[in-house]
């Protein structure tokens, strides 16, 4: 497992009973998890007085419940910050867990000497984003929310990369990779983490087990001739590790043949000594 043990600013602080406490710099979260299906006694005084808590809504959905929480604050990962507010979902606007394929990838970038070229798909918020271009990239940041485009600029301004090479594109992702191979550009990496479900900014529906393994072929076409790596992620139960494995050896096989890894991305528990599951990773590099 790929565990994001490095933060300061964030920290798992208890979970059971489908439901995880967290600590996001000095406030106390409680969110519901699907992977938390164990139940152990919450002792620890967060559950009791938490500073906002989602409760999930029997039909569906849910709300948050704030009791003492500022309208949005800031965390920190390294030379990183990034704004944090509670919105739709359950969703804070940040993966934490991703900060283990952060660490990965900065290093293989800074290899290169900061000139490759970083394709950032379904990009959310830009937590990767940030990442490439503090390790001397330009990205290319694509995702279909105009809003989280938005957010993912104001999270680079904040974290002083805002003079970085970088294009925000609102743009459906499958659109956008087609139209690149048609104009011929290449990019030395490629990150992409994409929903479950989705719809893009016309309404396009995006079933991830339908579009995926497809996307996956297109995006070898963009390689450039000296790649660096190709990451995917995912939330999605039934897209395990292994499954990420096979689609890359496959797509990759031909034109770029890389070495290949795939396992679960994780979390600490610190009130248990437990690591959270937080989906998964593939992870191709030359």
């Keep these: 497992m790929w565990i994001a043990d490095k933060w300061k600013d964030f920290e798992v602080l208890d979970a059971s009973e489908g439901e995880k ?26 559950w ?72 950032n798909l379904f990009a959310y918020t830009g937590g990767a984003t940030c990442a490439a271009l503090e390790a001397g990239s330009s990205v290319t940041h694509v995702d279909a929310s105009k809003g989280m485009v938005t957010w993912a600029h104001e999270n680079a301004r904040s974290s002083g990369l805002d003079d970085r090479p970088v294009r925000w594109l609102v743009d459906d992702c499958i659109r956008f990779v087609e139209r690149e191979i048609r104009r011929g550009n290449h990019y030395d990496a490629i990150i992409m983490d994409p929903p479950s479900y989705g719809r893009g900014p016309k309404g396009e529906v995006w079933k991830l087990e339908d579009t995926v393994f497809p996307l996956i072929q297109n995006c070898v076409q963009l390689l450039s001739e000296r790649p660096i790596f190709f990451l995917i992620s995912s939330y999605t139960t039934g897209l395990q590790s292994g499954v990420l494995t096979y689609m890359l050896e496959s797509a990759l096989a031909s034109r770029h043949p890389a070495s290949i890894t795939s396992d679960e991305l994780g979390l600490p528990v610190s009130g248990s000594g437990l690591i959270l599951p937080c989906g998964c990773a593939g992870r191709a590099v030359w």
């Excluded at 600590?23 to 519901?32: C, G, K, Q």
């Excluded at 704030?66 to 739709?88: H, R, V």
Aim: hydrophobic share 35%; glycine share 8%.
């Design 21 to 46: 406490l967290e600590r996001w710099s000095s406030y106390t979260l409680v969110r519901p998890d699907p992977q938390v299906i164990w139940q152990t006694p919450k002792r620890h005084p967060g």
């Design 48 to 119: 009791t007085h938490p500073n906002a808590h989602y409760h999930r809504s029997s039909k569906g959905g849910g709300s948050w419940k704030i009791n003492d929480l500022p309208e949005n604050w800031q965390i920190a990962y390294g030379s990183l910050t990034f704004n944090i507010k509670p919105f739709s979902f359950k969703h804070t606007g940040l993966f934490p867990e991703q900060a283990a394929n952060w660490d990965w990838f900065r290093s293989l970038l800074r290899a290169r000497g900061g000139s490759a070229k970083v394709l």
